[in-house]
């Protein structure tokens, strides 16, 4: 399956029904399609054109790969409902165009529900069952099954043999790379399913939730929404206004995680958090094995405290 | 305890009072040389301008680009090309530079090559490497190709000879 590289483009409904593992389009004669079945590829806008004359709001302050081109998406504003994008910006390949690694996002998914893992499961064992010192009838001449004790595991109250033992805890560390692969690939997903939106700045006009959430119904961004920004300061309208939202959310930069990114559907960043992220998980592709911890000060690290 | 406490007493007076008898003689001795202007004791000042020998201990945390060679370097180490090559595949440098060929060595006597950081058409890559170590040994070599992880097996030890083909296409 994997021999035929076509990209399945998702342009009609009726491609988008066919298996992905079947490169060639061949469907059922007898299928009925419901005629208001919508297809989300015609709602959604489509990547900006290479000709377009919006301004170039932000280029990538790396340095891109010489074999590679910077990414480019709309810049968007979250005041009016039926607002145009503002503009364009660049974004870097090596941290929204990578490679779909979907077994390292599967791995740091799953390390992330288990290292804070800890299972109080515990049962008895026949030495912790109260009782069961004595034997219980003489082993010869009863005419019973011999036994030693009564809280053996083949008697009723005994103790568990092989049960879970007291608190274990599931710890594990997956190595920093991984994990920032994990956030690369990410990104790099929502990227290509045309689920990452650009925001200039996060003013709502009002402290309404029904205004985000109109804005979400009317632009097609998904079910649940994540809004990322760098710092720990967010407008009041904003927080008051995903505060009784469910499905939309705000997160400071530093707690970007692969599993929030899977469980909203659309990625909203601002044009700082890109920066901020561009800077964090490309140093990773240049850095030395640490020699000391890197809370420490090292020369071109700048240390805030 | 009483007799051993006020021998200690008088020690520790006798201690003290040594140095304070040194301290009013350099005083007075300080006053004298100092002249009438310099009334009181000089103050301690802090200087913070040896700390850049510090500094210049703390070392980086990015790896340096290498300076410009023109051809190969004298360890033997040859620079990518300016401009990537024009082929359908594209091989990353690793790190620290290097030409990302590994040799692996299982079971005791499985010998393995592996090219990591294949970007593009890695299917490519497996043909011209066949025929390439195919003009070079003679042999049809076993190859696998990893496309989730994008990587490239070869049987047998090759990494010599891949890395001066990888150098030379100018990867």
Redo the contacts between chains.
Sequence with gaps: M??V?VSVVNRSVTKRLVSSFSGDVTLPPNLLLPSNLVDPARLKRPPPPADCPLPLLRKCNSVV???LSPLQTWVETLDRLDAEPLGLTELHPDVFAV?P???ILHSVEKWQRNYKRISHANTKVRSEVRGGGRKPWKQKGSGRARHGSIRSPIWRGGGVSHGPRGPTSYYYMLPMRVRVQGLTVALSSKMAQECLHVVDSLNVPTPDPQHLLELIRHRHWGQSVLIVDVGEEFPENLLQATAALKTVNVIPAIGLNVHSMLKHEALVLTLDTLTFLEDKLL?H????SP?YP?KL?????LQKS | MSPCFGVRAAVLRGALRGPVVLHSRTQSGHAAAAGPGLASHPAVVESTEEYAFVERLIPPSRVPAPPKHAGAAPSGWIPPAESPPDLPYMIRRSRMHNIPVYTDLTHGNRKMTLVRKVEGDIWALEKHVKEYLKEVTGKELPTQVNEVTMTLKVKGHYDLELKEWLASRGF
């Design positions: 994997f021999r590289s790969p010489a074999h490679h690694r979907l077994d140093w592709n240049q850095r030395y020699l890197y000060p090292y020369s071109d690290l």
